[in-house]
């Protein structure tokens, strides 16, 4: 008898169907005759029933500070499975503005990695107008989602990789106050929202495209991800980051963007 194969497959999507096909290759790379083909469901989204809530919360990551560590406090399915692996030493400090503990990155080597999804949302501050660019909350790497500052732009940006190619929203935002940044994406349009406004929009119908690399199948907060670990930091504070695995009505965005 020859040995049991084994593989293993991410499927990012709750409560979807898929059908799968099971086809075996000789040495000559043969393929057989006949295939095994089975269709299923994966595991429904615990949290499908606060889709409709007011200000739901990321069933995904939702990352905040909770007794003294920046943690993923989402209790979705797939969300409280994942936890924070810290690389350097963010602070956790208190912070009079909001009447909460935030974490704050230095720009130069700290960031939080979460291993991985289709609205993104962040809270931050930068306390000037940064220098050079760098990612707030995201995983691009020739793929992906991401909050993004251009330096050269002056600019916030959204980037999302759907089908083959990056949409790439642009904004204007304050500095020395906090920002509430979120980008959604609903198979047929990516809108980008600050402070619960829209501020651009693109039509692009596909799916939302994740980095394949082993090393790069990560989020990180405080920087983007890279195969060796982490790039672009951010230097500033982070208040919350939350993800989705749907797109939020415009009046969520605006009870996120306030809460």
Known sequence: MPEIARRTIDLD??????????????????ESETS?????????????????APC????????????????NVATGARGSKKTLVKNGSPRIVADPELGVDVVEFNGVDQFYRLLRRATIFAKFKYDEAPGVSNA???????????????????ALQLWAKVGAEYVVLDAPIKFGQYVSA???FDGKTVVFYIDGKEVAREDRRGALVHPNQNNAMAFCFGGDVAVDGGELFFKGKLASAKL???????????????N
């Open 13 to 30: 999507e709750p409560g979807a169907k898929y059908r799968a096909k099971v086809t075996a290759i000789s040495a000559f790379l043969r």
């Open 36 to 52: 095994l083909i089975g269709e299923f469901s994966s595991l429904a989204d615990q949290n499908a029933d606060d889709k409709n």
């Open 56 to 71: 739901p919360d990321g069933n995904f990551y939702e990352a905040k500070v909770v007794d003294g560590e920046f943690a």
């Open 136 to 154: 707030i909350f995201g995983n691009t790497q020739g793929s992906g989602i991401e909050l993004y500052y251009d330096a050269d732009k002056k």
């Open 182 to 184: 979120c980008g959604t």
């Open 244 to 258: 989705y695995t749907w797109a939020l009505t415009p009046e969520q965005v605006a009870n996120v963007s306030s």
